[in-house]
Every structure is written in C-alpha cells, then in structure tokens.
C-alpha cells in the first residue's frame, strides 16, 4: 500500500459505494474484505436510495432517458437536463459494482414497457446517439438483456478516423469526439467484461487509438488543447469527457487485458498529477447542472472523495508500471 494513511481513513470513511473501491483498488484489502462491501451497496447509502425510487414498470422516473413530462415542461428550458431517468440510475447503479441480481426482472419490465424518447425505439435496441448507447451497451451487458443490435451497431458507426460521434448520425461531423469515443470505449469494455464476448475489441481499440493519438487532450490538426474540459475533473462526470476519465479507463482496459501503459499517456498522466492538492486530494469543479435524486459528491471547490478515489489509483498504476519498466533487470529481459 502506497497511498498516505491519513488520505486513506479520509476515503475509507465514505459510502460503500466508494469504499469499496478504496478498499480493493488502494488499501489493498484481501477480496473477502472488499467484496463484502461491495455486496453492501444495494442495501446501504446510494445504491439503496437508488434501488427505492424504481417504479413498477421498472423504469425510474417514468422515463428512458429523461423523466416523464420533461418536454414542454418548464424544466426543459432551465441549464442542463435532468439525471433522474432510467439510463442514469442504471448507470450509476453498475457502475458503484450493484450485483444484477438486485435488480432481477429489471431487464425483461424494461423490454416490455420502456421506450426511448428518441421515435419510441425499444429500449434494449438503443437508439442513434452513441453516448446513450454506450451505457445500454454495458447496462444491458450486466443485467441479461438482449443487446445483440448494438453489438453490430458499434463497429458499423465508427468513423473514419476510429472513433464516434454522437453529432454524426444527424449529418452534422465526420471527425470523432472525445467524450462520444471515450464513452463507447468504456460501453465496449463493460461489455466484454461482462459477457467474455470479444467480437468488438477492434472497434475498442480502433476507438482508443484515436484518443492515444491526441494524447488524450490535443486537436490532430493543431497540436492544441481540444478544449478546457480535458482538464477539469468532476463527479459525477456523467457524459462528460477529461483525462481523467480517459486515464481511469485506459487503465481498466490494460489491467483487464494484462498490457502495460502506453507512453503516450504521460502528458494527460501529468495534468493529473498537478492537480493533486498537497493533501492529496483532487477538488471538485463545476458540478454538471440538472436534477438528481440526490448529492453523491461535494460542492464545488471542495475535496472531492471520488476524484481522489480516481486521481490515486491512477497515478498508482502508472508509477508502478514506470518503476517496473525502468528497473536494470526489467530492461534486460
């Protein structure tokens, strides 16, 4: 265990939602230790209050993606977009490691009484923006369901430079994205992760390629910054797209398929690294705006025990990988 006792306590003293990550990911807690937590979150804190807000239809808040009589509705007018529906709960409930089982019959009610608001597509179809399919993808993948058409979606919608773009399926880009190619990548490896099934790791890596290119945070055509996203960290991060982020997923993916870092993160590592404060800790920036069921983070301004949860492991990961690579007798193998 590398990370500060202190900064540790902090992070431990948090949500199971949360703990259990510190637990398995930096306190190096053996797995029966860690997985008990983890069990934990559909009967505590978050994923309790989560799980209590499904409807009987099984969708949350009466819609797919947004709540039920969101348009025309004055919320629609008001800055950001609610993130109360069923794709965000679902999400989120994966993504804090909520077991399936917590959610039994939720897969078959969805397929039965969920449509998107996009033409009223059935919801385990998806429909034509790739960000939304990314996480029907990978929630899918966990429950069960039937998510064979947008495992033939993905690789036919790539574009030609590798990755995706939510804004091409309406005529409107040709050039990949970073937050729509970084959030199909993470759709794609929750897939494989969950269902063993590979048949779309090209398009992943294929996807990859094009952010490892950028260096995760700079324009092909002129070597700048994409923009001021990549370098402020939020939590929840929802759709939104930093290096943080990216790095978070790169290193799931090259511990997933057992490869090393690939050097061309070292600058986004860097951007991370000057943003630890020197406690430690990461500190939240502008909250992401629209309505939730309730906070899972803190103010802006504010150390934020996820960031740091991220940030750590992070660097973590690559410090132990640089040390082993720079070691005399790594170098002579």
């Keep these: 265990m590398t990370t500060d006792r202190r900064l540790l306590d902090w992070l431990l003293d948090s949500d199971p939602a949360l703990r259990w990550q510190v637990a398995r990911d930096l306190a190096d807690a053996p797995p029966e230790v860690w997985q008990r937590t983890r069990a934990s979150v559909a009967t505590e804190g978050f994923g309790a209050r989560l799980l209590a807000q499904q409807d009987a239809d099984g969708q949350w808040a009466g819609g797919a993606f947004f709540p039920a009589g969101f348009f025309g509705s004055g919320e629609a007018e008001r800055p950001g977009q609610p993130w109360v529906g069923t794709t965000w709960v679902l999400k989120d409930l994966r993504e804090w490691g909520v077991d399936a089982s917590a959610l039994a019959g939720t897969?078959?009610?969805?397929?039965?009484?969920?449509?998107?608001?996009?033409?009223?597509?059935?919801?385990?179809?998806?429909?034509?923006?790739?960000?939304?399919?990314?996480?029907?993808?990978?929630?899918?993948?966990?429950?069960?369901?039937?998510?064979s058409r947008l495992v033939e979606?993905?690789?036919?919608?790539?574009?030609?430079?590798?990755?995706?773009?939510?804004?091409?399926?309406?005529?409107?880009?040709?050039?990949?994205?970073?937050?729509?190619?970084?959030?199909?990548?993470?759709?794609?490896?929750?897939?494989?992760?969950?269902?063993?099934?590979?048949?779309?790791?090209?398009?992943?890596?294929?996807?990859?390629?094009?952010?490892?290119?950028?260096?995760?945070?700079?324009?092909?055509?002129?070597?700048?910054?994409?923009?001021?996203?990549?370098?402020?960290?939020?939590?929840?991060?929802?759709?939104?797209?930093?290096?943080?982020?990216?790095?978070?997923?790169?290193?799931?993916?090259?511990?997933?398929?057992?490869?090393?870092?690939?050097p061309r993160l070292a600058d986004a590592i860097e951007v991370v690294r000057s943003a630890r404060q020197p406690d430690g800790t990461w500190l939240q920036t502008t909250p992401l705006p629209g309505r939730t069921w309730f906070d899972v983070d803190v103010a802006e301004g504010e150390p934020s025990r996820w960031l740091t949860l991220i940030g750590t492991r992070v660097l973590e990961w690559w410090d132990a990988a640089t040390r082993t690579r720079h070691r005399p007798e790594a170098a002579a193998t």
């Excluded at 029907?136 to 998510?147: F, N, P, Q, Y």
């Excluded at 048949?199 to 092909?220: C, K, N, Q």
């Excluded at 290096?243 to 490869?259: K, M, N, P, Q, S």
């Design 107 to 147: 897969a078959e009610k969805l397929d039965a009484n969920s449509r998107w608001e996009y033409e009223d597509l059935p919801y385990w179809g998806g429909e034509v923006d790739v960000c939304i399919n990314s996480y029907t993808l990978a929630t899918g993948a966990w429950l069960g369901a039937d998510v």
């Design 153 to 262: 979606w993905f690789p036919e919608h790539r574009l030609a430079d590798g990755g995706w773009n939510c804004e091409a399926e309406e005529g409107d880009s040709v050039r990949s994205s970073f937050h729509s190619t970084l959030n199909a990548a993470r759709g794609i490896l929750a897939y494989e992760r969950f269902t063993g099934d590979t048949s779309m790791r090209d398009a992943r890596h294929g996807g990859e390629e094009y952010l490892l290119s950028r260096r995760l945070m700079f324009r092909a055509s002129t070597g700048e910054l994409v923009g001021a996203f990549a370098t402020r960290f939020v939590y929840p991060n929802r759709h939104r797209y930093s290096v943080l982020a990216a790095l978070d997923h790169f290193r799931d993916a090259f511990l997933f398929e057992g490869t090393s870092p690939d």
